[in-house]
């Protein structure tokens, strides 16, 4: 068994961390971004994604509808953002993994220091991903979701702000 595989608990968990999954995770967002806003998403901004989409926490609470801003939620979760400030250092080796492997599978390109999906390239598995167990239907939906939520809530300095994490 790899050194990667030994850290995870479950086939499950090593199945949701692992950097295509992540990879689709981002491109997710990358796309509801995008769809919202009509420009890409920052990079930086995959490095808060994956541990708030990944934390089961934040996605039981994460609001649902368009009316709840980012600010309004955070100030009354406290305890999901210290969750996300313990989990967004520690998963950042994944993040970078999936952004090079997303890269390299070509489901998305970085023009500037911006996620671009690549349209070109459809996610295949997509289909199977999405008639998968609940985790990773809730996984992507928090990931669109997030990735909207980002793009109404100002520059990426602001976004790391108000979760309280230390951007770089």
Same mark, same amino acid.
């Given at each position: 068994?790899?050194?990667?595989? &030994? &850290?995870?608990?479950? @086939? /499950?968990?090593? $199945?949701?961390?692992?950097?295509?999954?992540?990879?689709?995770?981002?491109? =997710? $967002?990358?796309?509801?971004?995008?769809?919202?806003?009509?420009? &890409?998403?920052?990079?930086?901004?995959?490095?808060?994604?994956?541990?708030?989409?990944?934390?089961?926490?934040?996605?039981?609470?994460?609001?649902?509808?368009?009316?709840?801003?980012?600010?309004?939620?955070?100030?009354?979760? /406290?305890?999901?953002?210290?969750?996300? &400030? =313990?989990?967004?250092?520690?998963?950042?080796? $994944?993040?970078?993994?999936?952004?090079?492997?997303?890269?390299?599978?070509?489901?998305? *390109?970085?023009?500037?220091?911006?996620? @671009?999906?690549?349209?070109?390239?459809?996610?295949? !598995?997509?289909?199977?991903?999405? @008639?998968?167990? !609940? *985790?990773?239907?809730?996984?992507?939906?928090?990931? /669109?979701?997030?990735? =909207?939520?980002?793009?109404?809530?100002?520059?990426?300095?602001?976004?790391?702000?108000?979760?309280?994490?230390?951007?770089?």
């Amino acid at each position: 068994m790899s050194e990667w595989l &030994q &850290q995870f608990s479950s @086939q /499950e968990e090593a $199945a949701l961390f692992n950097p295509a999954f992540l990879a689709v995770v981002i491109r =997710k $967002a990358a796309e509801s971004y995008e769809s919202e806003v009509g420009v &890409q998403m920052p990079i930086s901004l995959a490095f808060l994604v994956v541990p708030a989409a990944m934390s089961k926490q934040i996605r039981d609470t994460f609001p649902v509808i368009k009316t709840t801003s980012l600010l309004v939620w955070i100030e009354a979760h /406290e305890r999901e953002c210290l969750i996300l &400030q =313990k989990n967004a250092p520690a998963l950042a080796p $994944a993040v970078r993994r999936a952004l090079i492997l997303g890269s390299q599978m070509k489901l998305f *390109e970085f023009p500037g220091s911006r996620i @671009q999906a690549n349209p070109a390239r459809g996610i295949r !598995s997509l289909v199977s991903l999405s @008639q998968g167990s !609940s *985790e990773v239907k809730e996984v992507l939906k928090v990931a /669109e979701r997030l990735g =909207k939520s980002f793009a109404r809530s100002g520059d990426v300095a602001s976004i790391f702000s108000i979760w309280g994490v230390a951007a770089g």
